[in-house]
């Protein structure tokens, strides 16, 4: 299919959302969350099309699993974004030059949004909510694997737009083909920037594929560090609650490291995790401390792979070292700098890492599982960044907008 049209008709509506007020965009959230609850029947069958396709057992089941619950907590995350205070408009930087021009940096949308995503029918909600509150058109290129749970979450929202006589093309849904994608990813002139939420192998894709600009998140491989000064109590905590809360999301715990000298209370510090029956692929030294106290069943021997993966499962790899420059390096070398942690009582070792570890969010004694815009007070959020350039950590509204300057003057030249 040639998407050329639907790009252009994105364009379109882009300048006719830039000249609406907040409070006519906080009336469209508001009605399509009121929306989304009285057609949750609607969804939920929906979703069901989409669910009878994948394995249970498959951990993106989780994500892509829509239920009452889930609809009317994201009509309260709605509402919520509703509530926020917008960016547009605000002055990021004002002069005025002696000749009595007024130069003003102010924060205005990128335009139109795009968004690859996977398995997850909400995101479809939280992009376009999050979108149009910052005054961004949004196109959406959701997974051949939620194809009838986003068809039917567009048509809510298209019809909540046209009800409330705006343009239905501000949000847009292309077809899940890979042709599609790639029309997406070269629509220069009419899409701004690009997204991926996703698997890392997504990520890289887009990354590699795009000819317009992208702010990479999602992909997370998170680790969180035993210190040899350590309180066994905090850190069995913090590794459960990292580990197993949701491990079908970014910020889920995915390799625990221990310094060597607390080799006797690893048993322990993932006691926990055998209640959730969290398979564990231990490397040598870790193996022969857990052996006896971990379940044999669920006790594996770490392998090349076991490093560096982002599990999205019941599954976690457990590094030993010898210090903590070792932990730090082993960090560095299998990061994707989404989130790190660290269990420590020595304050010059907390602000250490604090200092040396390249993450959008470090964790000083608590659980890689608050990395999350609505945590971080920030309302909502499209994506974690795990990029450097224009936002990094849980992407809110203002990470939506980019600036313009605007330059008053009253005839002024300049020699």
């Excluded at 909510?129 to 058109?137: A, F």
Aim: glycine share 6%.
């Amino acid at each position: 299919m040639d998407c050329t049209p639907l790009f252009k008709n994105a364009l379109i509506a882009s300048r006719e959302l830039n000249t609406l007020d907040n409070k006519k965009i906080n009336n469209v959230l508001l009605m399509l969350a009121d929306e989304a609850e009285l057609n949750s029947s609607f969804i939920i069958e929906e979703n069901r099309k989409d669910l009878a396709r994948m394995d249970t057992n498959d951990p993106r089941y989780d994500r892509l699993l829509l239920n009452e619950d889930r609809i009317k907590n994201i009509s309260a995350d709605i509402r919520n974004v509703a509530g926020l205070s917008s960016p547009v408009g605000k002055i990021l930087y004002e002069y005025k030059k002696t000749n009595g021009m007024l130069i003003r940096k102010v924060a205005v949308p990128f335009g139109v949004i795009g968004v690859i995503y996977e398995a997850r029918p909400n995101v479809t909600f939280d992009v376009f909510s999050l979108c149009l509150k910052s005054g961004n058109v949004s196109v959406l290129k959701g997974g051949s694997d939620a194809v009838s749970s986003n068809e039917a979450i567009v048509k809510i929202i298209k019809k909540v737009l046209a009800g409330s006589g705006l343009n239905k093309d501000m949000v847009t849904l292309l077809p899940s083909g890979r042709e599609e994608t790639t029309q997406m990813l070269n629509a220069r002139g009419y899409v701004d920037l690009i997204i991926p939420r996703g698997s890392q192998a997504l990520i890289d894709h887009v990354r590699s594929n795009a000819s317009i600009p992208v702010i990479e998140t999602g992909a997370g491989i998170c680790h969180t560090y035993f210190d040899k000064s350590g309180d066994v109590e905090k850190g069995k905590n913090i590794v459960n609650n990292a580990k197993t809360r949701r491990v079908s999301v970014c910020n889920a715990l995915d390799c625990l490291i221990v310094h060597e000298q607390r080799l006797g209370d690893l048993p322990f510090i993932v006691s926990l995790c055998k209640d959730s029956d969290v398979i564990i692929y231990a490397d040598e030294k870790a193996h022969t401390a857990l052996k006896g106290h971990y379940p044999d069943k669920l006790l594996e021997k770490a392998d090349d792979h076991s490093f560096g993966t982002e599990f999205l499962s019941y599954k976690m790899a457990v590094k030993t070292v010898s210090s903590f420059d070792e932990a730090v390096d082993h960090i560095s070398e299998f990061s994707s700098k989404h989130s790190e942690a660290i269990v420590a009582e020595d304050k010059d070792c907390l602000k250490e890492f604090s200092l040396k570890v390249d993450a959008s969010s470090v964790y000083l004694n608590t659980s890689t599982a608050f990395t999350d815009g609505a945590e971080f007070g920030l309302g909502a959020e499209i994506g974690i960044s795990t990029q450097k350039l224009h936002a990094r950590g849980p992407m809110a509204l203002e990470a939506l907008t980019t600036h313009k300057w605007i330059v008053e003057g009253n005839g002024q030249i300049r020699k």
